[in-house]
């Protein structure tokens, strides 16, 4: 079974600090991984996305992540954060092989990023 | 211009009562979905339609119908509302190719609705 896990709940960092939030994740063949952010009362907006190539992807906002097939994770990342960054970031993952484009989304990440 | 649009944002109403929420995307896109956010932030798939096929059918009650009367359109009609019910409602459009499932899913702003 198809599945996303965000370990943590909540990330505090300090504005101009570097900021990763986590992702793990289970699917029969290869993964399909993408990367949302929901600001309040918002819907979900795409940042990134991973479907083959470089590990290494770059998205909107100055975010990034990283696949690592080994470790089957997926973080997302920035250099620098800013306080506009706070909001709630969610994983999600589809498998490659024999589904219909069901998105199966982590448990999301509250990040706040303080002045 | 709104690329995936719901109406209403906000709907309050009394338990038992039928209400429908309606998606319309300008995408131009051929498969439409909808999805439900609890009060824990937890988002799940519900419903999928491929060019007005439906091909993701969770396990929702059937007191819930999508329904599609075009590829720009998926509605969701929910019969006697539940407390439970209670949740923020995504509707979302994507662009399947031959199968291909890798294109990006794009949202609505969802629709808030409360059931009292």
């Known amino acids: 079974a198809q599945s996303v896990a965000q370990p943590e709940d909540q990330v505090n960092v300090a504005e101009g600090n570097p900021l990763t939030v986590k992702c793990t994740y289970s699917v029969s063949g290869n993964p399909y991984l993408f990367w949302y952010v929901q600001y309040p009362n918002r819907g979900l907006q795409f940042l990134l996305k991973y479907i083959t190539g470089d590990n290494l992807v770059k998205g909107s906002y100055g975010f990034e992540a990283e696949f690592n097939k080994s470790q089957t994770s997926f973080h997302l990342k920035k250099p620098s954060a800013l306080v506009s960054d706070s909001a709630l970031y969610f994983c999600?993952?589809?498998?490659?092989?024999?589904?219909?484009?069901?998105?199966?989304f982590g448990q999301g990440t509250t990040l706040q990023v303080k002045p | 211009d709104t690329a995936v649009s719901q109406t209403p944002k906000y709907l309050v109403t009394q338990m038992g009562n039928d209400k429908s929420i309606k998606c319309e995307q300008n995408?131009?896109?051929?498969?439409m979905y909808w999805y439900k956010q609890d009060s824990k932030k937890f988002l799940k798939i519900m419903f999928s339609?491929?060019?007005?096929?439906?091909?993701i059918n969770e396990t929702v009650p059937n007191r819930f119908s999508p329904k599609s009367p075009d590829k720009a359109h998926l509605n969701l009609h929910i019969n006697s509302l539940e407390l439970g019910d209670s949740a923020v409602y995504f509707c979302a459009s994507s662009h399947t190719l031959r199968g291909d499932t890798s294109e990006t899913q794009y949202f609505g702003p969802g629709t808030r609705l409360l059931v009292l």
């Open positions: 995408l131009g896109h051929d498969t």
């Open positions: 999600a993952v589809r498998g490659s092989s024999g589904n219909t484009g069901k998105l199966i």
């Open positions: 339609y491929n060019n007005k096929e439906l091909i």
